[in-house]
């Protein structure tokens, strides 16, 4: 099992910036995607964006394009969120996960970090 743990969620205005951070413990974290995840209330968690192993692939939901940044250090055992431009529509707990391929289902997840925009 891996333990996840993010923080740097927090309050912000529409257009401002947070960089969310997720650190992980248990297992050897550069063999596992990693992903971001989010739900508002009343709505269902939906995918945000995910890393490959090495950094070299990432993907997003189409609304966060062009906003939200993935990465990760494998030496620190963390994967990052930078998320710019944010929108009152982006308000929600966000969550991290992994996987250990593309094609697999997300086995473990954080407890999930608050976000809220304000207009």
């Known amino acids: 099992q891996v333990q996840l743990v993010e923080s740097g969620g927090g309050l912000v205005q529409a257009g401002g910036s947070l960089r969310l951070s997720c650190a992980a413990s248990?297992?050897?974290?550069?063999?596992?995607?990693m992903g971001w995840f989010r739900q508002a209330p009343g709505k269902e968690r939906e995918f945000v964006a995910r890393i490959s192993t090495s950094g070299a692939i990432t993907h997003y939901r189409t609304s966060v394009k062009g906003r939200f940044t993935i990465s990760r250090d494998n030496a620190k055992n963390t994967v990052y969120l930078q998320m710019n431009s944010l929108k009152p529509e982006d308000t929600a707990v966000y969550y991290c996960a992994c996987q250990q391929s593309f094609s697999s289902s997300w086995r473990d997840w954080g407890q999930g970090t608050q976000v809220t925009v304000s207009s």
């Open positions: 248990g297992r050897t974290f550069s063999n596992y995607v």
